[in-house]
């Protein structure tokens, strides 16, 4: 099966449950177990581990197709693929080889534990953990955590054993079976409610093996792998739908039952259609040359990458939330505003209010502010 062929059956299972997971805020099962008998777990698997040996591109153009569905869906894939990709980029051995081949065959979905109670950056950990006898102890409690009642494994973020300084992070790989998973509370979100992301606490103990990269790697991790990926995938999950909202309006427009109630000659419904498609275009823009520029640098922590990746970010959170509020601007309220409309606008502009909190854009821009300060010669990537 190719991978526009597992995508499709992923997008079709998704569609059948997204009213009602969004309405229940759950998660979206039927989409995961598609991604499990498809082989779409293992996008970012390498071929010699069986999987489907996919690009960040890949991943990026997955991402947006199934975003056009349902956001949550789409998010859900992107940050699995992340985790994914970070294993195989820096895991070894028997873990390597352990996990990889458990995500390409459909039964490992990874969950991301990498969030704080105390809030803060990526790149610092509160939660400490002890070295006995070979065995990582653990006691992780995180506040949001995707899917992570339906996980069947985690990488999680933790201070290195015996760390002097809150930025000696381990990255740790753990299977379900290996720890005790509670959740901490309940997930009523606005938006993104069928990623199901709310909060939970692991404990247990893992062997020390199963650390990725080695003790205190992940800072390094982050910043070539992690990072990136997440707001490539962010962005085109965000994208996808925005994207797939703009096409059932213009179906809709282009309808009998639409074309009752639109005038296409109307030079401000004309006007607002063309500043919606010239948001997507140019998102699109940015988010196919960022992806080309992370693959093609081998310093994916090089200062005009680091610029470009998070203006990606900010730039998409604005754009494509911007766009759907357009869009329900066009169509008034009957199909903008109300959620039994089958345009879905109202879903959509619920989802992407997160993207500019999720990682927040301020915190993006003062960092690119910096980051700016610290390159007179503007070296664009």
Known sequence: MTAADAVEQVRIAAEREADAADREARFPVAALEAMRATGLLGMMVPKEHGG??????????ATVA?????????????MHGQQVAALAGYAEG???????TEIAEGRCYVASVTTEIKGGGLLDSDA??????????????????TGGLHADAFLVTMRSPGAASPNEVDLVWVERDQVSVAPLGGWQPLGMRATESGPMRLTGDVPASQVVGGHGAFPGIAAALFAPLAHLGWAAAWLGTAVGAYSRLLRHLRSAAGRKRF?????????????????????????????????????????????????????????????????IEIVGLKH????????????????????????SDDRLRKTNGALALRDPAVRLA
């Open 52 to 61: 489907l040996g996919g690009s960040i591109g890949d991943l990026v153009e």
């Open 128 to 145: 400490r953990t002890r070295l006995d006898d070979g065995l990582l102890r653990l006691d992780r409690s995180a506040p949001i955590v």
């Open 263 to 327: 005038d296409p000659g109307s030079d401000l419904a004309l006007v607002r259609l063309a500043s919606v498609r010239s948001r997507l275009d140019v998102t699109n823009a940015v988010l196919r040359h960022t992806a080309r520029a992370v693959e093609s640098t081998e310093d994916p922590t090089e200062l005009s990458t680091q610029l470009l990746v998070n203006t990606l970010k900010t730039h998409a959170a604005r754009e494509c939330f911007a766009a759907v509020d357009e869009m």
């Open 66 to 78: 199934l975003g056009r569905t349902d956001m949550s869906v789409a998010m859900i894939f992107a």
């Open 336 to 359: 903008g505003y109300f959620a039994d409309s089958e345009l879905r606008l109202e879903r959509s502009f619920r989802d992407l209010r997160s993207a500019s909190l999720n990682y």
């Open 94 to 100: 028997d873990l390597r080889e352990r996990a990889l």
